[in-house]
């Protein structure tokens, strides 16, 4: 069972900061299965954490069968990427990774934004924009589209300062939309996931991308995995979806403050529960696994994807 140890508590009552941090392991495992052998191509495997002040990395291993020679390379992103080679034929491919982690987050975080950026709307300096501009710019909705318009009605309920506006929208798909799981490959657009009112963590996550980037913020997509503390306690409730499978949500750039993850699934803002190991400028830059085999489309048969996410020693929480 997590457990929570001890608290110290501050000296100085107005010095509160209170950081929790965890020993979380998470195991992931992909197997396809053919009709018959068939050659591989190099796949690409996106699992190593993207370490950080709130991340870090403490072992990691990754198997393959059949045999594989592994390569360690970073995308225009700085994601580390293991390639894989495959050296034989077979009717079977699997990848397990494996990684251990410490994740810290502090509770109830005050964001140093810069003081032209704490009302909705700012501009990024101009400095910022040279870098910025690609993750600015909508990728899937057109200005005067739905999103758009879905985006700007929340915005206008929200009071104008700028956490409210993305902690709003962030608050608006957990609460008016339904979460389905989906293990096939693919997402919905935007206008879509509107449309029907459901989706899954990707589709929202795109959903939200879509959204803030329409009011001009600077966004990008996030792959990785959620820590579900029911996992360890299997009498509790359950407060959190998207568990036991890779999930996916969003950073906002805000200057002063940096890259903010929100994660519209479970509307959470800078969540301990988030392990993330790959950013992109799109969802087609952050897949998990990727490649391709040599043969006839028939002689696929399936894929299964296992994830596995637990903590291995009891939360530590202090004041710092």
Not at 275 to 283: E, L, N
């Amino acid at each position: 069972m997590r457990m929570s140890a001890a608290v110290r508590e501050p000296a100085n009552e107005n010095d509160r900061t209170l950081v929790s941090t965890d020993l979380l392991e998470v195991r992931h495992r992909t197997v396809y299965r053919y009709k018959k052998p068939v050659t591989f191509e190099a796949h690409r495997g996106m699992f190593r954490p993207h370490e950080g002040n709130d991340l870090r990395l403490l072992g990691m291993q990754v198997t393959a069968e059949p045999e594989a020679v592994f390569h360690w390379v970073h995308d225009v992103f700085s994601n580390s990427i293991t390639v894989m080679e495959f050296v034989e034929p077979a009717d079977r491919l699997e990848v397990t990774a494996t990684f251990s982690v410490v994740s810290s987050h502090v509770e109830n975080p005050k964001f140093p934004i810069e003081p032209f950026a704490e009302a909705f709307p700012f501009r990024y300096p101009s400095e910022q924009v040279v870098d910025l501009a690609t993750l600015i710019a909508p990728e899937y909705s057109r200005p005067g589209e739905s999103v758009k318009d879905w985006a700007q009605a929340i915005a206008a309920s929200a009071p104008q300062q700028t956490m409210d506006v993305l902690q709003a929208i962030n608050a608006a798909v957990k609460a008016d939309f339904a979460y389905e799981r989906r293990e096939e490959p693919g997402i919905q657009t935007p206008r879509e996931t509107l449309d029907r009112g459901a989706g899954s963590c990707r589709d929202f996550a795109v959903l939200m991308l879509d959204a803030v980037r329409q009011l001009g913020f600077a966004a990008r997509f996030v792959t990785g995995y959620l820590y579900d503390p029911i996992t360890d306690e299997p009498t509790a409730d359950a407060t959190i979806v998207g568990a036991g499978a890779t999930h996916a949500w969003i950073q906002v750039f805000l200057p002063g403050a940096g890259w903010i993850e929100f994660d519209p699934t479970n509307g959470l803002v800078a969540s301990g529960n988030l392990i993330r190991t790959g950013v992109a400028r799109t969802p087609a830059q952050a897949a998990p696994l990727r490649g391709a085999f040599v043969g006839a489309s028939e002689d696929f048969l399936d894929m299964t994807v296992e994830v596995e996410v637990r903590s291995t020693a009891p939360t530590l929480a202090g004041y710092v």
